[in-house]
């Protein structure tokens, strides 16, 4: 079965709280809503930020709000904040140095044309659009 990893999931779930709060919202707060470990949310919490697609400020008042319009941000650019781009399996293209056999694989051209359609397919769809359920 081919799915997202924790990461990307609970980073969309995060968002999608993200994209209907007023004001700040607190990783811890989140964390216990959805039931995901407070520093697991905070490490993807700061992939996101990194990648400028959240900001935050710190402190007793702190938190987390949106920094990007979610509806120009795309599900491929969550994807790479929070996992460094797809990759279907270690003799994909992206991957070749983890893979003893790239040099003689038979599959790797077409793991690689895969990865690309799924890529192309990530990028037409906005972060807002799952949310939203609709494309």
């Known amino acids: 079965m081919l799915n997202f990893s924790k990461?990307?999931?609970y980073a969309m779930v995060f968002l999608a709280d993200l994209s209907s709060a007023d004001g700040l919202l607190s990783v811890?707060?989140?964390?216990?809503?959805?039931?995901?470990?407070?520093?697991?949310?905070?490490?993807?919490?700061?992939d996101l930020k990194r990648a400028g697609i959240v900001a935050?400020?710190?402190?007793?008042?702190?938190?987390?709000?949106?920094?990007?319009?979610?509806?120009?941000?795309?599900?491929?650019e969550v994807v790479a904040a929070l996992e460094g781009g797809?990759?279907?399996?270690?003799?994909?293209?992206?991957?070749?140095?983890?893979?003893?056999?790239?040099?003689?694989?038979?599959?790797?051209t077409g793991v690689g044309r895969l990865e690309s359609v799924i890529v192309r397919e990530?990028?037409?769809?906005?972060v807002m659009s799952v949310i939203a359920g609709r494309k």
Do not use: N, W
């Open 56 to 76: 935050s400020r710190e402190g007793k008042i702190g938190g987390y709000r949106l920094a990007a319009d979610l509806k120009k941000v795309s599900v491929a």
């Open 86 to 108: 797809v990759a279907l399996a270690a003799c994909s293209p992206k991957k070749a140095a983890a893979c003893p056999m790239a040099a003689q694989c038979r599959v790797r």
């Open 122 to 126: 990530l990028e037409r769809h906005s």
């Open 7 to 9: 990461k990307t999931d």
């Open 28 to 46: 811890s707060g989140a964390a216990k809503r959805h039931g995901i470990s407070p520093k697991f949310l905070a490490r993807i919490a700061r």
